[in-house]
Every structure is written in C-alpha cells, then in structure tokens.
C-alpha cells in the first residue's frame, strides 16, 4: 500500500522540475541560475508559486521584527522550497529550512541541492 505524503502531489512536480533543471544544466553553476531555470519549470508544470518571499522574523513578545529571511520559494502557497548549489547538504542547512518553515507557518519543505554531480534534496515537514 502506498502512502500518501502532505501534499505529496506539489511536491513530486517540484522535483521533477527539479531534476529536469539539473538534467539539463548540470552542477556547477551559481544558485540564481537554477533559481531562474526552475521557475520556468514550475511554470510549465502549472504551479504557482512567489520567489524570494520576504518574512518578517520576530522574537518573543517584541512588537517589532529582529530582522527578515528570504525563501527561494513558496509553491502553490504551501510548500516552500530552499536551493542550494554546494557541494553536499549539512545539518545547517536542514536546521535553516526547519526554521523558516516555522517563520512562514508552512509544514511542508523541500531543499534541493543543485551543486553535487547528482541532484539531492530532503523533504521536511515541520
């Protein structure tokens, strides 16, 4: 029996778009060009989704926020996306997607990495 993963339905086209960018481009490149290669994948998937979502980043009861991240991406409003182009994922980054999927009240997130021979990525749920 197969399992069915929160929205596991967006977040098998991302990857596809994912891999049909790296098929294509290969590692080496600098995170904006696969940033901008993947964008025009969602697209053709039929996926909307916001780049660069800016979040304001607040610590406990200060009315104002310390400071702001930025996602890569937010998909379909529901699923957000953190690319990388480095030679391996470390517990760093994981902890950075963990983090802001806290900050942006997402559950689901994937972080794609473009940079190793093979395309890599974790999926988190928060």
Same mark, same amino acid.
């Given at each position: ?16 778009? /994912? ?18 290669? %993947? ?8 996926? /909307? ?37 480095? /030679? ?17 009240? %997402? ?10 021979? /093979?395309?890599?990525?974790?999926? %988190?749920?928060?």
């Amino acid at each position: 029996m197969k399992t069915l993963l929160k929205y596991q339905d967006i977040t098998e086209k991302i990857l596809g778009a /994912s891999f049909e960018v790296h098929k294509y481009l290969g590692n080496g490149f600098q995170e904006v060009i696969y940033q901008r290669a %993947l964008a025009w994948e969602l697209g053709k998937k039929g996926l /909307s989704y916001a780049r660069e979502v800016d979040q304001e980043i607040y610590y406990k009861e200060l009315e104002e926020p310390i400071g702001t991240r930025r996602a890569d991406f937010v998909v379909e409003g529901k699923v957000l996306v953190e690319l990388k182009a480095i /030679s391996q994922l470390e517990d760093v980054h994981t902890a950075q997607i963990l983090n802001y999927l806290k900050a942006y009240k %997402l559950e689901v997130g994937l972080l794609i990495n473009f940079g190793s021979k /093979s395309l890599t990525f974790k999926r %988190l749920v928060c």
